[in-house]
């Protein structure tokens, strides 16, 4: 059904806004004098924003939020890891839902995924209407005969009839896969058409490891000597930078995902954001999984990036607010080939409202910096991903039970 | 009238919860059978924790919520001060029901303020019926009169006739105090029984100059040959502290006031924790005032002071999440001579009710975790300050009101 958003607030003005089938139609005033019946949205207390772009996640992880905290990096990981092996595709179905719920919840209509179980994830993606990229995860220790099941599946699935979905290789890092490996992901990926997902220099010992493996090159370099980062190259993290590096991943068009909430929970460090940025490397936001962070709301995340950026570059306007909102926004949809990320007639519908009426949105001196800096998932009233509603008034349709079945996971 | 709060969750039991008058009565079974009235809520779904003490803040300043925002300081702080000099006192009335508002809409209700018009701050406070210490400001630039008058408002209001406030002589840094001036409060503090809340250390700047003037001292050092620093010093920021300064500040029992969010905004700085910590400072929690943070959830801010601790001095535990959430509860209280911040029979009832069926509190494995990591306003459905419900289903009465004039200030 069409909608039609009455009143709202875009920028400085109050206007309405049709949305006809998948795309914003008309900014203007719209006469409702129709005979087809259109979902009349008052939007008379509400500011009409662009919806966000989580372009790293590991969204079934919501299932082990709050699981073995503080402690150090491998007692951690090892804990972590302890827990996952117990996961079954159902138990990622309804993490999945879980995560979705809760990006959904706070303004998300798209999140880049990198887990085990794809066809579960397809699924919760599916059943819950939001866009997704779905990373197929690789590392070596899956094995050959895994290996080529999930070259098959992307294979077969690259063509899969849903806009909403696509799928990507995922080799996880250059230190659990093979220059091989990220070789065959890379052909893979290029011979269907599809984006690559990595890790990639999130931490020190990355680094350090890789350039006595590698005759003294940094993984970015290591990488770029396979010849496997291109524009469709999703590279989660990029903490340790070099001069050479940012050159080479923007020279090679690289989507670089800043990710500061987990950088800081694991203490893995902060992104050289003005180098990234003078040398003209692309860059959107992702939460990471909830075990490095624990939510996954990109309203929390754009205020991290412009606090941390400011605090350690020794910069008050390091990362400002209209730029860290652009980079969970328009970049992370057209980084990702979505022509969405902008309220402008003929693009998608991908959109939230927010409530202007909030107390975190009071005043309103600027909507934008009330947004990255004062908002939380309060503020967000209404949710529309390709032209579909999947939140009004703060509720999604079954919360309840999703939150039910994700909290039977723990015994 | 009394609350009994049924079937609700504590750590890991389930059980009733007796609010009689001010004080937590009873926790166990409370057999409902009594002939008056009481206030049941259901507790089913709920964790019943300690609210939250915000320690530092300029609450009035939530009317400047997104006014001018990353500039580079000095233009940043010409634009706020020429904005706060029309500020009249009923604005600050708005501003500081505003502030308050949001405060309890993230479970705060105790909340130190270092701001103007006092008197205008103190309607507010009462007006919505929360816990604050108002701070009195000083600087030399007031000039004597209002100086006297400040220091006769204080002897007058030392004995004021509401358990829930109280004042403090409020010099406000060492760069606008006169060592005289700083005297001058101490001493009416130490007359009156009453804290002193000052601003120090937060940034190099000040650290700088003051070696300068002061021979060679740092701030800690200089307020120290004062004489002015004791248990009931309140100092903000603390960012910039020697090894000899934390002695001094834990020699003197000075409660250390952390505002990560501010400090990283304007780029001050980051604490040293783990010095802190080493030399036994007090240390407790605070948001600062809405131009350096943009909002006043505490939440956010044990999040904040945990994570950028984290990354700052390169440990996953430096402050853990239990630790904080005790900055941001128990400690805040005890510093400040309530005796609340833990959920205990005979302790004062200043507790929070959190939805532990709100996707980001799901699963259950740690609430702690849950809370300081996960959560944000979202999950926060009911709080209670000093026996009486501020909020209720996330409500609080008359919130539109309050929205609508803060609104208004913005022409």
Same mark, same amino acid.
């Given at each position: 059904?069409?909608?039609?958003?009455?009143?709202?607030?875009?920028?400085?003005?109050?206007t309405?806004?049709l949305?006809?089938?998948?795309k914003?139609?008309?900014? =203007?005033?719209?006469?409702?004098?129709?005979? #087809?019946?259109?979902h009349?949205?008052?939007g008379?207390?509400m500011a009409?924003l662009?919806?966000f772009y989580?372009?790293h996640c #590991?969204?079934?992880?919501?299932? &082990?939020?709050g699981f073995?905290?503080d402690?150090?990096?491998?007692p951690?990981?090892?804990n972590i890891?302890d827990? +996952?092996?117990?996961?079954k =595709?159902?138990?990622?179905?309804?993490?999945?839902?879980?995560?979705?719920?809760?990006m959904i919840?706070?303004?998300t209509?798209f999140f880049?995924?990198?887990y085990?179980?794809?066809?579960?994830i397809l699924r919760?993606v599916e059943?819950?209407? *939001?866009?997704?990229n779905?990373g197929v %995860?690789?590392?070596d220790?899956?094995?050959?005969? !895994?290996?080529?099941?999930?070259?098959s599946f992307?294979?077969?699935y690259?063509?899969y009839?849903?806009?909403l979905v696509?799928f990507?290789?995922?080799?996880?890092?250059?230190?659990?896969?093979? /220059?091989?490996?990220?070789?065959?992901?890379?052909?893979?990926a290029?011979?269907?058409n599809?984006y &690559?997902?990595?890790?990639?220099?999130?931490?020190?010992? +990355?680094?350090?490891?890789?350039?006595k493996? #590698?005759?003294?090159?940094?993984?970015?370099?290591y990488?770029?000597?396979?010849?496997?980062?291109?524009?469709k190259?999703?590279?989660?993290?990029?903490?340790?930078?070099?001069e050479?590096?940012a050159?080479?991943?923007? =020279?090679? =068009?690289?989507i670089?995902v #800043?990710?500061?909430?987990?950088?800081m !929970?694991l203490s893995?460090?902060?992104?050289n954001?003005?180098?990234?940025?003078?040398?003209?490397?692309?860059i959107?936001?992702?939460?990471d999984g909830?075990s490095?962070n624990?939510n996954?709301d990109?309203?929390?995340?754009? !205020?991290l990036? @412009?606090?941390?950026s400011?605090?350690?570059w020794?910069s008050?306007?390091?990362i400002?607010a209209?730029?860290?909102?652009?980079?969970?926004?328009s970049?992370?949809?057209e980084?990702?080939g979505?022509?969405?990320g902008k309220?402008?007639?003929?693009m998608?519908?991908?959109?939230? &409202?927010?409530?202007?009426?909030?107390?975190r949105? %009071?005043?309103?001196w600027d909507?934008?910096?009330?947004i990255?800096? /004062?908002?939380?998932? @309060?503020?967000?009233?209404?949710?529309?991903?390709n032209?579909? *509603?999947l939140? +009004?008034?703060h509720?999604v349709?079954? +919360?309840?039970? *999703?939150?039910?079945?994700?909290?039977?996971?723990?015994k």
């Amino acid at each position: 059904m069409d909608i039609l958003i009455k009143d709202v607030t875009i920028g400085n003005i109050v206007t309405d806004v049709l949305i006809e089938g998948n795309k914003i139609k008309t900014i =203007g005033f719209v006469d409702n004098n129709v005979v #087809h019946e259109r979902h009349i949205i008052d939007g008379s207390s509400m500011a009409l924003l662009p919806a966000f772009y989580n372009l790293h996640c #590991h969204a079934a992880m919501c299932l &082990l939020r709050g699981f073995c905290e503080d402690l150090p990096l491998m007692p951690w990981l090892r804990n972590i890891w302890d827990k +996952e092996a117990e996961l079954k =595709g159902e138990d990622i179905y309804d993490g999945t839902r879980l995560a979705i719920l809760e990006m959904i919840k706070s303004g998300t209509v798209f999140f880049a995924d990198m887990y085990w179980f794809h066809e579960d994830i397809l699924r919760a993606v599916e059943n819950m209407g *939001i866009r997704a990229n779905i990373g197929v %995860t690789f590392m070596d220790s899956l094995g050959e005969k !895994k290996i080529q099941n999930n070259f098959s599946f992307l294979n077969e699935y690259s063509q899969y009839d849903n806009d909403l979905v696509s799928f990507s290789p995922a080799p996880h890092a250059i230190y659990t896969c093979s /220059g091989e490996l990220y070789r065959r992901c890379c052909q893979n990926a290029l011979d269907n058409n599809l984006y &690559l997902q990595t890790h990639l220099s999130e931490t020190i010992t +990355e680094v350090e490891d890789c350039k006595k493996l #590698h005759s003294g090159l940094t993984p970015v370099e290591y990488l770029h000597s396979l010849g496997v980062l291109n524009n469709k190259t999703i590279a989660a993290h990029c903490v340790h930078i070099t001069e050479n590096d940012a050159e080479i991943l923007a =020279g090679r =068009g690289v989507i670089a995902v #800043h990710n500061p909430c987990s950088n800081m !929970k694991l203490s893995s460090g902060v992104m050289n954001f003005p180098l990234m940025k003078e040398k003209g490397v692309k860059i959107a936001l992702g939460t990471d999984g909830c075990s490095s962070n624990n939510n996954l709301d990109m309203t929390e995340e754009m !205020k991290l990036a @412009s606090l941390l950026s400011k605090v350690r570059w020794n910069s008050e306007n390091s990362i400002t607010a209209k730029e860290v909102f652009e980079m969970a926004t328009s970049k992370g949809a057209e980084f990702c080939g979505v022509n969405a990320g902008k309220i402008r007639e003929g693009m998608l519908a991908d959109c939230i &409202l927010v409530n202007l009426n909030n107390e975190r949105m %009071t005043p309103s001196w600027d909507i934008i910096s009330n947004i990255v800096y /004062g908002a939380d998932s @309060s503020c967000i009233d209404t949710v529309i991903c390709n032209g579909k *509603i999947l939140m +009004e008034n703060h509720y999604v349709e079954g +919360e309840e039970e *999703i939150i039910a079945k994700a909290k039977a996971f723990v015994k």
